[in-house]
């Protein structure tokens, strides 16, 4: 771990027990970083997209606020994993299939039940929460790198069960719901009113994420990741608090598919394969595992670039490419910018700082 030497403070034995108890007054390293300067870099970000929201639809159009919408939502889903990749310092590949739970319950929800769209949203946010502490839970027993096979399984799982619940899912053709209209008297176009609520969801959840990492979790999550046997020294209860944050993590998730199948209205099982849990990978990784700019830079580059692939390749072999350029991407972002676009962006803000400050020296000195 890296700060202050830790200090473990051993307290006399109680008068019940015989054993000594452990304080962690001094155990927890400082926060991890995640500042006021990164916190006004994504404000910005979320002010220009906001003014991107308000724009006339000759300026931005249906499918552009559409293509724009899927940039969010994944945006949302990348920082939720962020924080096992970033902090947690673990890996799920299965969150394309806490994706795909959150889509399917809102859409059934509102398809079958009638249910209001928000309402859906929400119980999709609970459900993610329920499912990631019971994948989460035999993880905790069995420890290791256990909590990552079994997010593989279910990633791998979810389509053909889809498939198979028809009575519930649809079946192979999916589930579809009605149109999301803007409320009356706003001259929104329904893409545009769901680009306004997916970017308030946005901002909300990083504001909610970053101040959860700047508290006591943020600095277990940071101890943890750093080396879990010390951090086990000091009584942080590593398993459990990973865990929890897997729960958070799917609950996130989930929250973005219902907000993905409300953009889309049409949820089938192959939107929800092993390759969008790929993806999401991608995607953290690319735009830097520690950043929320980094999950917004990554939802770019999961939207545009299998895009952009369609325009140089035969339809049929743009799955196959769009694999090849993930793993490469991934290989050289690991090699050369371990931290991602965002950590590239901020090195080279870092770097104009400083040769800005270096010029102003000498001037100042003849001052």
Request: charged share 10%; net charge positive.
């Amino acid at each position: 771990m890296t700060g202050a030497p830790t200090r473990t403070v051993v307290e006399p034995p109680a008068e019940k027990g015989n054993e000594p108890t452990v304080s962690m007054s001094h155990a927890l390293p400082p926060a991890p970083r995640v500042g006021l300067r990164t916190l006004s870099w994504g404000a910005a970000l979320v002010v220009v997209l906001l003014l991107a929201a308000l724009a006339p639809a000759n300026v931005i159009s249906d499918f552009q606020f559409f293509q724009l919408n899927r940039v969010i939502t994944f945006a949302i889903a990348i920082g939720g994993l962020n924080l096992l990749l970033g902090w947690a310092g673990t890996i799920s590949a299965g969150h394309g299939a806490l994706f795909g739970i959150g889509a399917y319950t809102t859409a059934i929800l509102v398809a079958d039940h009638g249910v209001p769209w928000p309402i859906a949203a929400l119980a999709s946010l609970v459900v993610g929460l329920v499912v990631g502490a019971l994948l989460g839970l035999p993880a905790l027993r069995l420890g290791g790198m256990n909590l990552g096979l079994i997010t593989l399984a279910i990633a791998m799982l979810l389509p053909p069960l889809l498939t198979r619940l028809d009575w519930l899912t649809g079946g192979p053709f999916g589930k579809t719901t009605p149109r999301v209209e803007a409320p009356e008297g706003l001259p929104f176009s329904s893409p545009q009113w769901l680009f306004l609520v997916n970017l308030v969801v946005l901002a909300v959840v990083f504001w909610l994420l970053a101040n959860m990492l700047r508290g006591r979790m943020g600095r277990a999550l940071d101890a943890a990741a750093s080396s879990r046997v010390m951090a086990a020294a000091h009584a942080i209860p590593t398993n459990r608090i990973t865990v929890a944050v897997f729960a958070v993590s799917a609950a996130v998730a989930a929250l973005a598919g219902a907000l993905f199948h409300l953009s889309t209205r049409t949820s089938t099982p192959d939107s929800f394969t092993f390759l969008l849990s790929i993806s999401l990978i991608a995607g953290a990784v690319v735009g830097g595992s520690r950043s929320f700019v980094g999950a917004i830079i990554g939802a770019a580059f999961v939207v545009f670039v299998p895009e952009s692939l369609g325009e140089f390749v035969e339809p049929a072999a743009a799955g196959q490419w769009q694999q090849v350029v993930y793993a490469a991407a991934l290989l050289l972002v690991i090699y050369f910018f371990p931290r991602g676009l965002a950590g590239l962006v901020r090195q080279a803000r870092n770097r104009l700082v400083r040769r800005r400050s270096i010029h102003a020296r000498p001037q100042e000195a003849q001052s």
